[in-house]
C-alpha cells in the first residue's frame, strides 16, 4: 500500500490550494480516504474522511463550509480542495487508509498559510 501527497506549498490567507493523494497497491475503490494534518508542536488532527461508495463526508468542525474532500476510483486518488484557507491551516497534511494490510500514511505535503 501506498501514498503519494502532492499539492501543497505557500498560499495567502484566503487563497486555495487542491491537495492530491494518489493512492497504489490496494483495491481503493472499496475503502474510506481519510486526510489528516498535524501542525507543529501539536497533535494530528482528523480533517475529512470519504467513504469508499455512498454515505456522507465527515469534515472537522475547524474547516467545515471551506474544505471539500472527494474521489475519483478510476484514477485511484483523493482529493483535498481547501477554500478559504487560514493561517492556522498551515500544517503537514496525510493521505490515510486502514486497509487488509493495515494502517498505511503517506509521506504528507505541507501547506503554508501566510501573508
Known amino acids: 500500500v501506498q501514498f503519494v501527497e502532492s499539492g501543497g506549498g505557500l498560499v495567502q490567507p484566503g487563497g486555495s490550494l487542491r491537495l492530491s493523494c494518489a493512492a497504489s497497491?490496494?483495491?481503493?475503490?472499496?475503502?474510506?480516504m481519510t486526510w489528516y494534518r498535524q501542525a507543529p508542536g501539536k497533535e494530528r488532527e482528523l480533517v475529512a474522511r470519504i467513504p469508499s461508495a455512498g454515505g456522507s463526508s465527515y469534515y472537522a468542525d475547524s474547516v467545515k463550509g471551506r474544505f471539500t474532500i472527494s474521489r475519483d476510483n478510476a484514477k485511484n486518488t483523493v482529493y483535498l480542495q481547501m477554500n478559504s484557507l487560514k493561517p492556522e491551516d498551515t500544517a503537514k497534511y496525510y493521505c490515510?487508509?486502514?486497509?487488509?494490510?493495515?494502517?498505511?500514511w503517506g509521506q504528507g505535503t505541507q501547506v503554508t498559510v501566510s501573508s
Open positions: 497497491g490496494f483495491t481503493f475503490s472499496t475503502y474510506s
Open positions: 490515510y487508509s486502514v486497509t487488509l494490510a493495515g494502517q498505511a
